[in-house]
């Protein structure tokens, strides 16, 4: 952890600003009927989980180009993670991946606490073959065609659950790369079937109070089908297994030009919508940091989730699903929490009673505007005032940089070679 001394003293040189900056905002806010007090405590109340895999130079098919003090192992990322949330104050849960994060589920907790932070949902790995195991998933996981080879990938995923409940973990993301390279390689519907039935003997292992999450994704690795491939499936999927089922949303998993915001109110409506993998793209599931490319399409995501926040049993798992390839894990990190809490405030200040009347008016060009003009409002202040008062970093990445925590983990872990990223 960076000693709390170092980001006083760097927010004692900004406090200053910062409070002209905060009364300016809330001044122009209260013209407008918002209480920037009350979008504050919304934003103190924002966190959204980081993935264990994401502390670590993620990479592509070509290469992966790793930096200084990249983590060992789960202890160091969970210490990296601990970082994030000391200097954001928003990202109190990690998102643990299994079995690259095994570890005596005891000493987990011990670690997690050591460092502030809880367990969001477990991920299991049925993409990639391990050197121990018994059959390979070359060719499928929970939709293969051998019986055997689907057994054991249900019983990866219900171990991935037996480590979660021992660390207070609640949930498990089911992603799957299952699918095929060529027209006629596979049995569209008996493949997916294989996956229902694989799943339903997952969600028989779920504990009372635990939910699982399919998460859907276009394409790749297969590049022809993919059995779980839109939110169609995905909700296909929840809905067959029954109510502890819900779909996780991951921003880079669908085909380009998609209304995501739209399968976010519809996936709501159906009692579905379970959480979300943040990330963006340009082009496909590029993993870049969330609202790099397109920070309008994530408020678009927000302001439905504001919309209806209200529905009865909401209960969003905001987790972040990025690859850092050529910045610091920890500042790509740190931004893009940041950026998602950003289009959470933006899509709370919005007019929501000035909306609804140009809606029955029939008055686009006014809706738009309203939705603009929330969007465009800096909020940098808010966000600002509500780390300082969580005693974490006015300007986060300045307090990185200032911290010297980099250097530090680089003095004492080995340099990392090559190997894969495994980024889904
Ligand atoms: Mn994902």
């Not at 590049?223 to 991951?250: H, I, N, R």
Request: aromatic letters at 8%; a negative charge; proline letters at 4%.
């Amino acid at each position: 952890m960076i000693d709390n001394s170092i980001i006083k003293a760097q927010n004692d040189t900004r406090r200053t600003d910062l409070t002209a900056d905060y009364d300016a905002l809330g001044a122009r806010l209260a013209r407008r009927g918002v209480d920037i007090e009350a979008l504050t405590a919304r934003a103190m109340s924002f966190g959204v989980a980081i993935p264990s895999w994401g502390t670590g130079t993620g990479g592509t098919r070509f290469a992966r180009f790793p930096g200084a003090g990249e983590p060992r192992g789960i202890m160091d990322k969970l210490d990296d993670c601990g970082v994030i949330h000391q200097l954001t104050a928003a990202t109190p849960r990690v998102s643990l991946h299994i079995p690259w994060d095994k570890a005596d589920p005891a000493l987990l907790r011990e670690k997690a606490q050591e460092v502030g932070l809880g367990f969001d949902a477990m991920n299991s790995n049925t993409f990639q073959d391990q050197p121990d195991q018994a059959h390979s998933y070359k060719f499928g996981s929970l939709s293969h065609t051998d019986a055997a080879t689907r057994r054991q990938a249900v019983e990866h995923n219900l171990e991935c659950i037996e480590i979660g409940q021992a660390i207070g973990s609640r949930a498990l993301t089911v992603w799957i790369g299952d699918g095929s390279n060529f027209p006629g390689q596979t049995s569209l519907s008996r493949q997916f079937d294989r996956y229902l039935e694989a799943m339903k003997q997952v969600y028989a292992g779920l504990p009372d109070d635990w939910r699982i999450f399919s998460e859907h994704k276009i394409y790749e690795p297969a590049f022809y089908s993919t059995v779980v491939q839109d939110w169609g499936t995905s909700l296909m999927t929840a809905q067959e297994l029954g109510p502890k089922a819900q779909c996780l949303v991951d921003l880079g998993h669908h085909a380009p030009n998609v209304n995501i915001e739209m399968i976010v109110a519809r996936l709501i409506r159906a009692g579905k919508l379970g959480g979300f993998h943040f990330n963006d793209s340009k082009y496909g599931d590029d993993d870049l940091d969330a609202g790099t490319i397109d920070p309008f399409r994530l408020f678009l995501v927000f302001n439905e989730l504001v919309e209806l926040e209200d529905t009865p049993d909401l209960d969003l798992s905001h987790m972040i699903d990025q690859s850092h390839n050529v910045t610091d894990p920890i500042e790509s990190l740190i931004i893009s929490a940041v950026e998602i809490q950003r289009a959470f405030v933006q899509a709370s200040l919005m007019d929501r009673a000035a909306l609804e009347g140009f809606r029955q008016n029939n008055d686009a060009l006014m809706a738009a505007a309203t939705l603009r003009a929330a969007f465009r409002t800096d909020v940098d202040p808010i966000l600002q005032m509500a780390r300082l008062r969580a005693d974490a970093a006015i300007d986060p990445v300045a307090a990185f940089r200032a911290s010297g925590y980099r250097a530090q983990v680089a003095a004492r872990r080995p340099k990392s070679t090559g190997g894969g990223g495994g980024i889904v």
